[in-house]
Each structure stands twice: as C-alpha cells, then as structure tokens.
C-alpha cells in the first residue's frame, strides 16, 4: 500500500547477490554506501545468529540515482553481494550444471518449503527456500536506509530494542526523554539489543540453552519513531490508514507472527477512561499534549503528533539442527526436514529489519502528504502545513 514511494528486492540466499530498486526519493538528499552500510551492519548483529554471518560482511553498490553524493530523483538501484556465493556457484548456476545436483525434497515445518513447491509445482524445495531465506531482508534494510536518511534530514528518528527472547522479559520502559537514535546507541552494543543487563544475560541464557539442544527460540521486540506531525495516513479509506500500511509492512517480514500498536492487545483489558489519551494544553506554548500514548502515536489511522509506538512477536526460526518430522516429496515416506545453516535466533535482526519497515512507510505517507519533487520542495512544504 505505497503512494510515493516504491520498492522492490530480486535475489536468492545463495545466489550472486540481491538487488533493490527504490523509486520516489526527492532530489537533493545527501546519500552515500556508508550510511546504507551501517545500517546493513546493525543487522548482522545479535546473539545466536547463524555462521553466515561470519562469512558475509554486507555493504550495498549504488548503482543509479545518486550522483556527486546527492539523490536526483531517478530510482535509485542498489546491489548487496554475497560472499558466499562462490561456495554455491555450481549448485546456483544460473544455466544447466555440469553434473548432478541432489534436489532437495523434505519440507521443513514452519517454512515455505511445502506450500511454495505446490504453488509452483517444484520438485526441488531448493527453488522456494532460496527466496523465502530471510536473507532477503538484507535488501530491505539496505533501502530502508534511504528512507531513514531522508526522515531524518526531516527530523524524524525510528529505534528498536528487543523486549523479549523466549521466557526472559526486558520490562525496562524506555527513559523519558531518550531519543530513538540514543535507543538505538544504547541497545545496539548489547548483544541481543536489550535494555536491561540482567534480562539480557537471561536473554543469552535461553539462545544458548536452545542451540545447545539444536533448536530455535523467538521473542518480541519494539519500534519507537518520533518527530511525526498530526495527518499521516488518512481515516478516509482502509488502505490509506497508517496502521494498516505498517501493519502489512511489519507483518511481511519474515517469521512475524502478529504485531500491536501503543497499549494493544493490553488494551483490551481496560476501560475506556483508562484506554484513551486524554488531550490537555501544553504548559508552554499553544500546543496539545496529551495524557499517555496508549494509542501508539495514530488514532483513526491517522498520526497525532504522538511518538509512533509498535510491537511485534518472531516465532521461533523454522529451520532447526534437531530436524522436525517432515514427508519426502520424492518418494513419499516418512523422514526428517532439510537441514541448512540456522540461527538459534534472530530477534535482533528482525527489530533492524523492521525499524527499515517503518521507515519505507512512514517516508511514503510522508511525502504522500507533503510531496514534493527535491527535498528543498519537501522541507518548505512542512514548513508551510505541518502541525505538531
């Protein structure tokens, strides 16, 4: 459900690398490889992650739609390589292998493995787990950076942090008056992206405790963004709502099993009078305040000025050590799921990969509302009509 902006990833696990082509940017925003590529970096962060990440050190070609360091309003094309792919070259040959390559054809459980070889009617699982691989969210980030650099040349932040891994809770609320980059410089140098020390040892307890076992553990996480004016998205339509926009988005990421905005699926448990932010005058100025932000930052499916507040749930990753019982599509007998390199988990990742989510989004409603062809054009607009 994007306006303005458009996006789009090609690539597999294995294969030479992935692309990216963004489409919508505004002219004249400052952009280099290394500020895509630290946030590609964030991503490759976290306890429990797969030997793969041990090989691949992620950084993206700008190949179109930038020149002299300044976006010109063309798409903008981007290329992350994988390192590893001369490892899989003649497995991932692009034409026809010079010998035989073993197909493979038991399905894990939780993956896409057995509904996507019946959609397309593979008989190598190979040709769906390749694409399904969160690998892909690599590419994601990757463009998501643009559009985080082009929110916050706006004054607009996104931040993460894990809330949980498995039964270890972090139930640290963030300090009043931390900014979400300042989140996210604290977070990021704990190795499951926690606030809390003590829950994070816990946290490293539980991913330890199931890769010892060869097995898998999931977790929530948080997306903080602030510095959102009142009207993103519209009430007038069910596709233009914001909520709905970065409920679609956050829920296309891999392994993301539901997701909540502000109080959420809490709120169901209390009265009205005690659900709704109550809106007061500020005591400088002639603004509004308001009394809480059960409602997460949107209400109508509409931003209100409020910090923008989602969470959401990963389950455990599919692919496990201790293989699950699975059918081999070949021959019809019982037997194990495929097994490829895992992580134990990847709940950090999946706040980085998400915080990219919302940007994408949130710079697409914003320039819905403000367009505008050169970021200059985009500025003097808000000058003009924001409201916070």
């Not at 915080?355 to 409603?365: W, Y």
Request: aromatic share 4%; charged share 20%.
């Amino acid at each position: 459900m994007m306006r303005r902006l458009r996006w789009l990833t090609a690539g597999e696990s294995h294969g030479q690398g992935l692309i990216g082509i963004l489409e919508g940017i505004p002219a004249g925003l400052p952009l280099d490889a290394e500020y895509i590529g630290r946030q590609l970096a964030r991503r490759q962060i976290g306890h429990g992650r797969g030997k793969r990440m041990d090989i691949e050190q992620d950084g993206a070609q700008i190949w179109s739609g930038v020149r002299h360091g300044f976006t010109i309003g063309s798409p903008i094309a981007l290329v992350v390589a994988n390192r590893d792919w001369h490892n899989w070259q003649h497995i991932m040959s692009v034409g026809p292998p010079d010998q035989e390559v073993k197909p493979v054809t038991l399905p894990r459980p939780g993956h896409a493995d057995l509904a996507g070889a019946k959609k397309f009617d593979h008989t190598d699982i190979r040709n769906v787990l390749e694409r399904a691989s969160a690998r892909e969210t690599a590419m994601r980030v990757a463009l998501g950076s643009i559009a985080r650099k082009l929110l916050a040349d706006l004054g607009i932040e996104v931040g993460s942090r894990v809330t949980s891994i498995g039964p270890a809770n972090d139930e640290t609320p963030v300090p009043a008056g931390m900014s979400p980059k300042e989140l996210n410089k604290a977070v990021d140098s704990s190795s499951v992206r926690c606030l809390d020390q003590q829950a994070a040892q816990a946290m490293v307890e539980v991913i330890d405790t199931a890769k010892e076992s060869g097995d898998s553990v999931g977790g929530t996480f948080e997306v903080i963004a602030t510095g959102l004016p009142y009207g993103l998205g519209s009430y007038t339509q069910w596709d233009l709502k914001l909520r709905s926009r970065l409920g679609e988005a956050i829920m296309s990421v891999n392994a993301i099993e539901g997701v909540e905005f502000g109080t959420g699926f809490g709120g169901g448990r209390l009265l009205g009078s005690a659900f709704h932010d109550e809106i007061m005058p500020e005591e400088q100025g002639p603004g509004l305040t308001r009394a809480s932000n059960n409602a997460g930052g949107m209400e109508g499916g509409v931003s209100n000025a409020q910090p923008l507040i989602l969470r959401a749930v990963m389950k455990p990753i599919p692919t496990l050590i201790k293989s699950l019982r699975s059918v081999d599509l070949a021959s019809g007998s019982a037997g194990s799921a495929h097994k490829e390199r895992t992580d134990a988990c990847a709940v950090p990742a999946a706040a980085i990969v998400a915080e990219s989510m919302v940007c994408l989004v949130t710079a697409d409603a914003l320039l819905e509302k403000f367009g505008g062809d050169s970021m200059d054009q985009v500025r003097a607009h808000m000058d003009a009509s924001a409201h916070y």
